[in-house]
């Protein structure tokens, strides 16, 4: 067996904690990601049989039976999991049942994964089925993307066009837009089906007055997405109290758009 802790999705947990943390994205415990593993690649490093504990979900993932995530644990600061990954991270495997985690490793000290599993892997289920390559699904509470919902009309279009129209790279980050849900309470299952749904369309969405989701097939593209909103965000709000003289228009949101190929929601410009 090779060690664990010197496996490139620990190592990866690692990293992409550390520097959310340093963003000043996830503060105190705010914060969790889902990292759908290989198998093959995990029994090179823990006996699969081995189950250490089981803990029950709360909610049926039965399109996700028998897949390993890697995933952060409740009440965990994203501050200490380089320090120790293995009190603050957890390796789960969801079981025949499809609503019982099998711990196979982590949570050292007792813990459990996530209080928001549920958005997680209900996220997971959907992204899946668009994009079979998806492995990653990351929640965070960036500064100005939080901002930007307090004052800002929320919804879908509205969002994105604000987005799109401060920053040129925005609609070829996004071309599908940003999801966007209205404030509710988190870590519930309601919560979860509600982020999943928005999931079918778009693989960012954004909880009022909370923070973000985003997802994709590495941490690169997950992490790539959210930071993209958050320059965007940030932008915005920098200038929004000054004259607004230039804005990318319809035209040339679409002039770009076509340039870099990305079918984008033709329906949010005003053309
Ligand atoms: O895990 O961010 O949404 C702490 C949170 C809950
Ligand atoms: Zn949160």
Not at 31 to 43: F, H, P, R, T
């Amino acid at each position: 067996m090779k060690d664990i802790f010197t496996a490139p999705f620990v190592k990866e947990m690692e990293a992409t904690t550390a520097n959310m943390y340093h963003l000043g994205w996830d503060e105190r415990n705010g914060g969790n990601i889902s990292y759908m593993l290989d198998e093959k690649e995990v029994s090179e490093y823990l006996d699969l049989d081995n189950v250490i504990r089981t803990i029950p979900t709360g909610f049926n993932a039965k399109e996700l039976i028998g897949k390993i995530f890697i995933v952060t644990g409740t009440g965990k600061y994203f501050k200490n999991v380089e320090s120790d990954p293995e009190t603050n991270l957890g390796i789960i495997r969801i079981a025949s049942d499809g609503e019982t985690a099998e711990l196979l490793w982590g949570y050292k000290d007792g813990g459990k994964f996530t209080s928001e599993l549920p958005a997680h892997l209900m996220s997971h289920t959907e992204r899946l089925k668009i994009d079979p390559e998806n492995r990653i699904v990351m929640h965070c509470h960036p500064d100005y993307t939080l901002a930007l919902t307090q004052a800002h009309e929320m919804t879908e279009r509205a969002i994105t066009r604000t987005l799109w129209q401060v920053m040129t790279e925005s609609i070829v980050v996004f071309p599908e837009g940003v999801g966007v849900l209205p404030w509710m309470i988190c870590g519930t299952n309601d919560i979860g089906a509600a982020t999943a749904e928005k999931m079918k369309q778009y693989r960012l969405v954004i909880w009022t007055l909370h923070g973000i989701y985003g997802c994709g097939k590495d941490m690169d593209e997950a992490f790539g997405l959210i930071e993209t909103v958050e320059k965007a965000a940030k932008m915005y709000l920098l200038a929004s109290h000054l004259p607004q003289i230039n804005r990318i228009t319809d035209e040339q949101l679409r002039a770009v758009a076509e340039r870099f190929g990305v079918n984008y929601r033709k329906d949010f410009l005003d053309i």
